[in-house]
């Protein structure tokens, strides 16, 4: 029997809900239906016209698809995007897309054949072959996600608060390939943002800055709960000045180099005072001002965010390291 398109859908909308719960490092949350969240409406878009075939009135068998969370949950209501697809690939070697909904449980009626029925709640989906019969019953489609949520933030030290355009997440999958990299998930993550996912480990690798404060956690994701993940940074904001005198006006035209300890460069720029995040360590400030360069010893610690300034008088430069060092 060919495929003919589906001629008509409707849906049905509700509310989603999800829970938070603080933590430190990770916790889980009770569930996603404690706490109310925005509703989005349903929209019906897209038959395809290339499959041919045609639907009348006496032939169109309503299909009621659901998708819970959990096996034992209840159906969702809010977040989910339904797509219906042929089972027969079209020329680019794709399945064609015949239709597509968003919102909660789906009401299809479809013409009598064999689809692709794909629900997605955010990165997290499930897929199911659909035979809709000439007569007879047909069954309610549902489809189990085994998905749950993840919102991620960090600090700074143990408590610091990190401003949220200065951070960002990327997910990968837990399972290393045999290049020795991981499949990236999701990149660019901010704080604070619900990111769904089907249950299981994450290998998360959260950026503070843009040089050299990365840290790497593996968490868990349960389904049909919220995990809040709070990423602990051992790094710290600095602003670099080279001033005449302790506490003086930074000077302009500034060239500046940092260096590890054993003398490798992470990180070039030119300013009167650039600001930038460092991994917690030791280093070196190099400062080029008009021919000349001058530089000083000093030491990153998390949470600290402080100012490093450079002496044009490199024996004070040398003085105030040794005075800092002395008071650590």
Request: hydrophobic share 45%; aromatic share 6%; proline share 5%.
């Given at each position: 029997?060919?495929?003919?398109?589906?001629?008509a859908?409707?849906?049905?909308v509700?509310s989603?809900?999800?829970?938070?719960?603080p933590?430190?490092?990770q916790?889980?949350?009770?569930?996603?239906?404690?706490v109310?969240?925005p509703?989005?409406?349903?929209?019906?878009?897209?038959?395809?016209?290339?499959?041919?075939?045609?639907?009348?009135?006496?032939n169109?068998?309503?299909v009621?698809?659901?998708?819970?969370?959990?096996?034992?949950?209840?159906?969702?209501?809010?977040?989910?995007?339904?797509?219906?697809?042929s089972p027969?690939?079209?020329?680019?070697?794709?399945?064609?897309?015949?239709?597509?909904?968003?919102?909660?449980?789906?009401?299809?009626?479809?013409?009598?054949?064999?689809?692709?029925?794909?629900?997605?709640?955010?990165?997290?989906?499930?897929?199911?072959k659909?035979?809709?019969?000439?007569?007879?019953?047909?069954?309610r489609?549902?489809?189990?996600?085994?998905?749950?949520?993840?919102?991620?933030?960090?600090?700074?030290g143990?408590?610091?608060?990190?401003?949220?355009?200065?951070?960002?997440f990327?997910?990968?999958?837990?399972?290393?390939?045999?290049d020795?990299?991981?499949n990236?998930?999701?990149?660019?993550v901010?704080?604070?943002?619900?990111v769904?996912?089907n249950a299981?480990?994450y290998?998360?690798?959260?950026?503070?800055?843009?040089v050299?404060?990365?840290?790497?956690?593996?968490?868990?994701?349960?389904?049909?709960?919220?995990?809040?993940?709070?990423?602990?940074?051992?790094?710290?904001?600095?602003?670099l000045?080279?001033?005449?005198?302790?506490?003086?006006?930074?000077?302009?035209?500034?060239?500046?180099?940092?260096?590890?300890?054993?003398?490798?460069?992470?990180s070039?720029?030119?300013?009167?005072?650039?600001?930038?995040?460092?991994?917690?360590?030791s280093?070196?400030?190099?400062?080029?001002?008009?021919?000349?360069?001058?530089?000083?010893d000093?030491?990153?610690?998390a949470?600290?965010?402080?100012?490093?300034?450079?002496?044009?008088?490199?024996?004070?430069?040398?003085?105030?390291?040794?005075?800092?060092?002395?008071?650590?």
């Amino acid at each position: 029997m060919p495929i003919r398109p589906a001629v008509a859908m409707s849906l049905t909308v509700a509310s989603l809900v999800s829970s938070l719960v603080p933590a430190r490092a990770q916790d889980s949350a009770e569930s996603f239906s404690q706490v109310t969240t925005p509703m989005k409406g349903g929209k019906l878009t897209s038959f395809n016209p290339i499959i041919t075939g045609e639907a009348t009135p006496t032939n169109l068998r309503d299909v009621t698809c659901e998708a819970l969370l959990t096996k034992d949950g209840l159906p969702m209501q809010h977040g989910l995007t339904w797509r219906v697809f042929s089972p027969i690939p079209a020329a680019d070697g794709k399945l064609p897309l015949l239709a597509t909904s968003e919102g909660g449980s789906a009401a299809f009626q479809l013409v009598p054949g064999e689809y692709f029925v794909n629900v997605a709640f955010g990165r997290a989906g499930a897929t199911k072959k659909l035979v809709v019969p000439e007569s007879g019953s047909v069954d309610r489609q549902v489809m189990v996600l085994d998905a749950g949520g993840i919102m991620l933030n960090a600090v700074s030290g143990s408590d610091v608060r990190i401003p949220p355009k200065e951070l960002s997440f990327a997910i990968y999958a837990a399972e290393v390939r045999e290049d020795g990299e991981r499949n990236l998930v999701m990149d660019d993550v901010k704080p604070n943002s619900v990111v769904r996912l089907n249950a299981g480990t994450y290998h998360v690798v959260s950026d503070y800055g843009t040089v050299n404060a990365v840290i790497r956690a593996d968490i868990q994701v349960e389904a049909g709960k919220l995990t809040r993940a709070t990423i602990q940074h051992r790094a710290a904001k600095l602003t670099l000045k080279l001033v005449a005198e302790p506490g003086g006006e930074a000077i302009a035209d500034t060239a500046w180099s940092i260096l590890t300890s054993s003398g490798d460069t992470v990180s070039e720029s030119v300013g009167a005072f650039p600001t930038l995040v460092l991994a917690e360590g030791s280093y070196i400030a190099v400062a080029r001002n008009k021919n000349k360069i001058y530089q000083r010893d000093f030491a990153v610690k998390a949470g600290v965010n402080t100012d490093v300034e450079v002496l044009l008088d490199e024996n004070a430069n040398e003085q105030k390291a040794a005075a800092e060092d002395v008071v650590d």
